[in-house]
């Protein structure tokens, strides 16, 4: 797997980069499941920065539920049943919920989710 890289002037943190990269890629199947992502200590030599910042980024990556690290073996691109379930889901659909009885729409939302992602 490569990865583009980093942008150091970003106002975003590297480990944020590597996040949002990764999740984009396998949403949109570019990183099919079960794709095995490097290890930390490679990916972090890749990419110029230290092994904690891909920590994180795989950390946060599994949070999510778009990858599933197996110990020793790796970690790897979650499946679509692993990625659709779990906390992110839920809170998905409770945002969902309470926009709707607000009586907003899907571009609303959109918007709330990217100005609170860039705070």
Excluded at 9 to 38: C, H, K, M, N, Y
Excluded at 68 to 95: C, I, K, L, P
Excluded at 106 to 116: M, Q, Y
Aim: hydrophobic letters at 45%.
């Amino acid at each position: 797997m490569t990865v583009r890289p980093l942008d150091p002037s970003s106002d975003e943190a590297p480990f944020e980069q590597l996040r949002r990269q990764v999740a984009a890629r396998a949403a949109s199947g570019d990183l099919a499941p079960g794709t095995r992502l490097p290890t930390v200590r490679a990916l972090a030599e890749q990419l110029g920065v230290a092994a904690g910042t891909v920590a994180r980024a795989y950390r946060e990556l599994e949070a999510d539920g778009v990858v599933a690290t197996e110990g020793r073996r790796g970690t790897f691109v979650a499946s679509a049943a692993q990625a659709g379930s779990g906390d992110a889901e839920r809170a998905a659909a409770e945002y969902v919920a309470a926009l709707r009885r607000l009586g907003l729409g899907v571009g609303d939302a959109l918007r709330l989710v990217e100005r609170e992602w860039s705070r």
